[in-house]
């Protein structure tokens, strides 16, 4: 099986492998999938540091992680050198053809940064990670509402997406003027303020022991090098998940690892991507901070 690209052929192999063997889904269709869903994956994927979960043998003979640029890589497939004390040279995927190389590479799961390659210190979104607590995921669906309002009132767009795994991403779009700095410290606002506001649901408490059945609201994917799952990329679970957008309307109903690799392509076609809009408008965190001091000035 070949793809090409303009001047560029990507020869897959393999490719009648089962790697996902619970839903009999081939490496071909996996490939194919990464090919297909490339228009709507790559706009949050152009220029971000990359990590690549492989899965060479299939899901069911476990993964690894895989950072560094691999020296086999061609020369098409961009690269960046970042990283404080230990420096890294990432793969950063820019095109459909860097996708469908690294999908034949086992490269199955794709986990990136939240900044991009031209200013790295400065990330272009925010990020609340909601895993439930002993499988409670009402509690993460409740907790999405409850941080799509804090949003709306802070100006920040909100979308929201599951995660292909336990739970769901909340995230903003940003102008990327901020430092990491000053958007970790406006999430730990906001999950201050949601504590305050609801306290007998959420904690900020990171021991498990202390958080006595809330849900932790996780800021932690907003800092340096932190990484996310991609939007539309498959997870290394049975079924082959994907770690899907969605709209908001859907959140009540839906479960984190509802939508799968063949679901993707009709949910497309029947409602198109619910993140399409995802950089039509972006928030700003000095303004949204100047709102949170507002709210939580004493009265």
């Not at 063997?21 to 994927?45: C, F, N, S, W």
């Amino acid at each position: 099986m070949e793809y090409r690209f303009g001047d560029i052929t990507v020869a897959c192999t393999n490719t009648d492998r089962v790697v996902f063997p619970d839903a009999g889904i081939t490496k071909g269709e996996v490939i194919a999938y990464y090919h297909d869903v490339a228009d709507v994956m790559l706009p949050e994927l152009r220029g971000r540091p990359l990590t690549v979960e492989r899965f060479t043998k299939g899901v069911e003979k476990g993964g690894f992680y895989q950072k560094h640029v691999q020296k086999h890589y061609p020369p098409w497939i961009d690269r960046a050198e970042l990283g404080g004390k230990t420096r890294v040279v990432y793969p950063i995927c820019n095109d459909a053809a860097s996708l469908v190389y690294l999908a034949n590479q086992g490269g199955f799961v794709f986990h990136v940064w939240t900044s991009r390659r031209h200013a790295p210190d400065h990330p272009d979104e925010l990020v609340f990670d909601l895993d439930p607590p002993e499988g409670r995921f009402d509690l993460v669906q409740r907790t999405a509402v409850l941080l799509h309002e804090l949003f709306d009132q802070l100006e920040l767009p909100a979308f929201v997406k599951i995660t292909g795994s336990k739970g769901l991403h909340v995230v903003a779009p940003l102008d990327g003027r901020a430092t990491f700095d000053q958007v970790a410290t406006l999430a730990h606002g906001m999950s201050a303020l949601l504590c305050e506001r609801h306290p007998d649901l959420l904690t900020t408490e990171f021991y498990k022991k202390d958080r006595k059945g809330r849900l932790f609201l996780d800021m932690m994917r907003n800092a340096f090098g932190a990484t996310i799952v991609a939007p539309y990329s498959l997870r290394g679970r049975a079924g082959a998940p994907v770690s899907a957008p969605i709209h908001w309307d859907e959140l009540a109903t839906i479960t984190p690892d509802a939508i799968r690799l063949r679901d993707v392509r009709r949910r497309l076609d029947q409602r198109g991507d619910p993140w399409s809009g995802l950089r039509g408008q972006l928030g700003s965190i000095e303004a949204a901070q100047c709102v949170l001091h507002g709210i939580r000035a004493p009265s």
